[in-house]
């Protein structure tokens, strides 16, 4: 069992940053991939950025490459995702998510077994 909690969301103006962190608690987080998703009002869930069980390998939504930064740091089970030169269009409920049991990547929701709260990130013009 794995539960995860997300914090550092907030109000910023479009340029700026903010650092999501999410804590997790359980003896199987550092070998589990883990996942950043969001959801805007009135949009579905999307993917933004996964990272594999040490680090290695991550992938990036094309709409956030090189402007977001996703790592963790499984001496204290955490993942983290580095938003830099938000825009308003990165307004949305941001979800971290957790494999059951994969070390690889995945992409879709549906690979996903646990999920945190949610943590608002709203962008302003």
């Known amino acids: 069992q794995v539960q995860l909690v997300e914090s550092g969301g907030g109000l910023v103006q479009a340029g700026g940053s903010l650092r999501l962190s999410c804590a997790a608690s359980g003896a199987t987080f550092r070998n589990v991939a883990m996942g950043w998703f969001r959801q805007a009002p009135g949009k579905e869930h999307e993917v933004v950025a996964t990272i594999n069980w040490n680090g290695v390998t991550t992938y990036y939504t094309n709409s956030v490459k090189g402007r977001f930064t996703v790592s963790r740091d499984n001496a204290k089970n955490t993942v983290y995702l580095q938003m830099d030169s938000l825009k308003p269009e990165d307004t949305a409920v941001y979800y971290c998510?957790?494999?059951?049991?994969?070390?690889?990547?995945?992409?879709?929701?549906?690979?996903?077994?646990?999920w945190g709260q949610g943590t608002q990130v709203t962008v302003s013009s």
């Open positions: 998510a957790a494999r059951a049991t994969r070390m690889d990547i995945g992409t879709r929701r549906a690979e996903y077994r646990y």
